[in-house]
Nanobody
């Protein structure tokens, strides 16, 4: 199993920046894809960005050019650097990770979420 702990959320003015972090811990063979999703009030959870263990990234169109996902494999940590924030980026941001368990099975886990609020 893997435990994901997010940090770095908060309140920021439009145009500002924030960096989210998500640290993975637990017992697993391999930490595979890691990513960020978000859920705004009254809306479904949506994809933001993912990064493979090799560093290949994918972004939602709404955040391309503004957000950057990265990871430190030595620290089992994924980051989301958010710039040029807009009020519509306001949401709870969730970290997601796909692992290979000690039984060689794929499993996915979610963090508890961190609130990001962008004021206009």
């Amino acid at each position: 199993q893997v435990r994901l702990v997010e940090s770095g959320g908060g309140l920021v003015q439009a145009g500002g920046s924030l960096r989210l972090s998500c640290a993975a811990s637990g017992t697993f063979l391999r930490l595979n894809d890691m990513g960020w999703y978000r859920q705004a009030p009254g809306k479904q959870r949506e994809f933001v960005a993912t990064i493979t263990s090799g560093g290949t990234t994918h972004y939602a169109d709404s955040v391309k050019g503004r957000f950057t996902i990265s990871r430190d494999n030595a620290k089992n940590t994924v980051y989301l650097q958010m710039a040029s924030l807009k009020p519509e980026d306001t949401a709870v941001y969730y970290c997601n990770a796909v692992i290979t368990t000690i039984n060689f099975r794929a499993d996915a886990s979610w963090g508890q979420g961190t609130q990001v609020t962008v004021s206009s």
